[in-house]
C-alpha cells in the first residue's frame, strides 16, 4: 500500500483499488485514523500469466536494450546479444504441457499470454503455434510486445484470428529522437515504419494498441507535441498510451518537475482520445513469488526464469518447462526493478489519479 499526496488530496493506492482519503486520515504522509476495509486485500488471481519470448532475436540494434551483452562496435548498430533462440513447435508443446499443469496446480482456469521477445515476429511461425496451442487452455487474453516494424496488416489480420488481443509497440521520443536510437541492425529509421504498421493495423483489425513513450531528459520537453503527432498517425480511441521513464546506468536522471511534465501530456492525451494507466499496488504476477505459482517467464528453448529482465541471460535459468523449477541461488530470481526514484513515481501517479477523479466528477450525470 501506498499514501501519495495530490491536488484532491491523500491518495491510497493499494492491492484491491485506490481511493481518496479524508484529510484527517493521514499526518506527514502515515495513515493515522480510518478503516480501509478490504482496499489493503489483494484480489483473487484469476488468470494464469505466461510469457514466452517466442524469439530472442531481434531486427533492431538499440544500444541500450537490456538484453544486449556489450556495446556494439564504433560506427555499428549491431550490439552483441543474447543467445540466439527460436520457439519450436516441440518447445510450444512442452510449455503448454507445463502451463497446463501449473495452472491446474493453482487451481485458475483463464490464461492471459505474452509473446515477448528478442523481437516475437522475428518468428512468426512460434506466434502462430503458441497461440494455436494455448487456445487449447480455456479463455485466453493473449497479447504481444513487439517493436512493430514487423507487423504487417496481413500478418497483424493472421494473429488477430489465432486470438491476439493486444500490441504493445515503444516510441522513443519525437522522430528526430527516436530514429537516432531506435533503428535496425543496419541502421535504418524506424520511427514511420511502426506508426505506420500500427495504423494499418487499426483499419484492418480489431487490435487494441499500447504505445509505450520511453522517457528521458531528452524527451521530456518535448512530451507534450509528441503526444499530438502520435495521435495525427494513429487512432487515438484505440491506443493506451504509457509513459515510462528509463534510466541508462551513468546517465543523469529527470530534472526536478519531470513529474508535472508527465502528468500535463497524460492531460493532453486524455484530451485526444488516448486511454491511460491507472495507478496500481499489485505483485507481479511473474516475478512477486518464488517458483512462479501464478505465472511464468519461459525462454524459446524451454528454459525458465523469474522475470523477463532476466530471460535468456546464462547464468539466471530457474528451470525448464520439461522438468519444472529446480534449487537454484536465492540470487537468481530477480524480480521488476521499479524506476530508482520513488518521489517521481509517487507525483505522478498522484497527478493521475486527480486527473481521473476530476474526469469522474466533471463527467454529466445520466438523466432519467
Do not use: K
Request: glycine residues 12%; proline residues 9%.
Amino acid at each position: 500500500m501506498r499514501l501519495v499526496q495530490g491536488r484532491s488530496g491523500w491518495w491510497c493506492i493499494a492491492p484491491a483499488g485506490t481511493a481518496l482519503l479524508p484529510a484527517s486520515w493521514v499526518h506527514n504522509g502515515q495513515l493515522v485514523a480510518g478503516e480501509l476495509g478490504g482496499l489493503t486485500v489483494p484480489p483473487p488471481v484469476r488468470s494464469y500469466a505466461l510469457t514466452v519470448l517466442v524469439s530472442t532475436a531481434c531486427n533492431l540494434g538499440c544500444g541500450y536494450c537490456f538484453q544486449n551483452t556489450g556495446p556494439a562496435a564504433p560506427g555499428r548498430t549491431d550490439p552483441p546479444r543474447i543467445a540466439p533462440a527460436a520457439l519450436d513447435p516441440g518447445t510450444a508443446a512442452a510449455i503448454v504441457d507445463f502451463t497446463r499443469e501449473r495452472m491446474a496446480r493453482a487451481g485458475l482456469t483463464r490464461l492471459h499470454l505474452l509473446l515477448f521477445g528478442g523481437e516475437p515476429l522475428a518468428n512468426p511461425a512460434g506466434c502462430r503455434e503458441l497461440l494455436r496451442r494455448c487456445a487449447g487452455l480455456g479463455p485466453v487474453s493473449a497479447a504481444m510486445v513487439s517493436n512493430g516494424t514487423l507487423l504487417d496488416p496481413a500478418l497483424a489480420g493472421e494473429l488477430a484470428a489465432l486470438g491476439l488481443r493486444s500490441v504493445q509497440v515503444t516510441v522513443d521520443g519525437p522522430q528526430w529522437i527516436h530514429d537516432g536510437l531506435r533503428v535496425t541492425r543496419n541502421g535504418r529509421a524506424t520511427y514511420r515504419r511502426i506508426l505506420g504498421n500500427v495504423a494499418a493495423a487499426q483499419r484492418t483489425t480489431a487490435l487494441r494498441f499500447t504505445l509505450r513513450v520511453n522517457l528521458t531528459p531528452a524527451v521530456l520537453p518535448h512530451l507534450t507535441g509528441l503526444v499530438t503527432e502520435l495521435a495525427g498517425r494513429v487512432d487515438a480511441r484505440r491506443c493506451r498510451l504509457r509513459i515510462a521513464p528509463v534510466r541508462e546506468d551513468g546517465a543523469p536522471g529527470l530534472p526536478p518537475g519531470a513529474a508535472a511534465g508527465v502528468v500535463a501530456a497524460y492531460r493532453h492525451a486524455r484530451r485526444l482520445g488516448f486511454r491511460i494507466p491507472r495507478p496500481a499496488d499489485a505483485p507481479c504476477a511473474f516475478c512477486g513469488e518464488r517458483d512462479g505459482r501464478v505465472g511464468a517467464v519461459v525462454n524459446a528453448d524451454g528454459t525458465l526464469y523469474s522475470c523477463w529482465e532476466s530471460a535468456g541471460r546464462p547464468g539466471f535459468g530457474v528451470g525448464t518447462v520439461r522438468s519444472g523449477y529446480r534449487s537454484y541461488p536465492a540470487g537468481q530470481w530477480v524480480s521488476c526493478r521499479p524506476y530508482p526514484d520513488p518521489r517521481f513515481a509517487d507525483d505522478v501517479d498522484a497527478g493521475l489519479l486527480d486527473l481521473l477523479w476530476e474526469e469522474r466528477r466533471d463527467r454529466p450525470c445520466p438523466t432519467s
